[in-house]
């Protein structure tokens, strides 16, 4: 009954949020000077998602943003140099090396064996179209997708483009805001994979979630063939039914 | 014998170049003090393309590349106000209402009486959605494509998900590197509307282009039909043959 299944990319797949982290210390070393008594990580959440409307996911808006954060919180006092460092850091990140979590090339290719796979993963074109290349998986995917949102019309637009029903699909990723709700929400099945960092943003109660009957919760990519199976199962003998998330 | 027109965004169908220019003006103007006897417009150029390759193409890339250019030019001594005036210029692009060129909306209604038609344009992603969605054209075409970079391996893959035989295949753009060059080396057919205005980097010699066979350039999109007319009863009687481009 299970007829696609698609994997996020960030923090999914590969390791995306302990690469935010760590600039976010190179940042908070290089504000130590300027910090005071602000909450400098709070701060830059606020500049963040003030900006999201208007720049997006991603590294370069993060830059940018931290830039933003930096005039802000030392009055128009951090340096040129201090700002170089920081386009810096935010160039690292782009540059550094895609590192799979364990058990993803694993657990795609004993998923593949039984059914179409394919990547579903928002942010910025240009980065995660890179981020993709060097993870070497792109072979794998019988499609790619990059959407700007991981919202309920996106997931909406993909299915029906490739004549997939929402209950025959399963989406599994970290996210509750991006993976797991929306996909819930149109009816189809999500199966949860937590990382150990969530940025704020894509934070939600999972009390929401752990009750639904299309929600599975693993902790590891390697539990995610039985969770399939378990879903095929559960699937079989799915009536539909309201959606208790919505 | 056409099966899909498609057409560019930036430029093409909405003006782009020349925000992209009014920005550069407000850069110049607040390095005025700084620049002394170097050619800024040039220098801008060097760090965007030293920057291309990690950062990608669009609005968040040229500020990063502004600041950069400014951080530099000023051996460090830009103040971190004039940064974020930088910035808010950048943001300003952002936020720029979405002009169409004259004759846009027609140019699209009458092709689509006769041929499906879709929008393939490159860049940010979320900038480019935003575009779209403030054009207010969405609703015209029967597929978007936002892709990272506009060659020819972006092209093959469009048509063959489609499953459009590239010499059916008509693109209308303004860029000889992105619309008409790799169009051509694909066997399909292009049609040139240059802009006023071009950045260095989509510059082609147009005399690779001007006796090429697929190739036609109209002044503006009130030409466009008579043009797609011509390519058909040319394409009628192609026998494909080799590419005097490649």
Known sequence: MI????FDGDDTLWHNESIFSMTQSRFADLMEPYVEDADLEERLFATEMRNLRLFGYGVKSFTLSMIETAIELSHGRVSAHEIQAIIDAGRGMLEHPV?????AEDAIDRVSERYPVMLITKG?????E?????????????????????D????RRILSQRGVPAD?????GNSGRSDILPTLALGAWAVHVPY??????????????VAHERYR??????????????????????????????
């Not at 007829?3 to 698609?6: F, I, N, P, R, T």
């Not at 150990?196 to 979630?209: G, M």
């Open 217 to 246: 919760r693993i902790e590891s990519l390697a539990d995610l063939t039985e969770a399939l199976d378990d879903l095929a199962a559960n699937s079989a003998n799915s009536h539909g039914g309201a959606d208790p998330t919505g």
């Open 168 to 172: 025959r699909f399963v989406m599994v």
């Open 130 to 150: 890179s981020k993709l290349a060097r993870s070497g998986l792109g072979e794998r995917f019988e499609a790619v997708e990059i959407v700007a949102e991981k």
């Open 99 to 103: 590192e799979l979590l364990a058990g």
């Open 196 to 209: 150990p960092l969530l940025w704020t943003h894509e934070h939600v109660d999972e009390n929401r979630l």
């Open 3 to 6: 007829e696609l299944v698609a």
């Open 124 to 128: 910025d074109l240009f980065d995660q």
């Open 152 to 155: 309920e019309m996106a997931y």
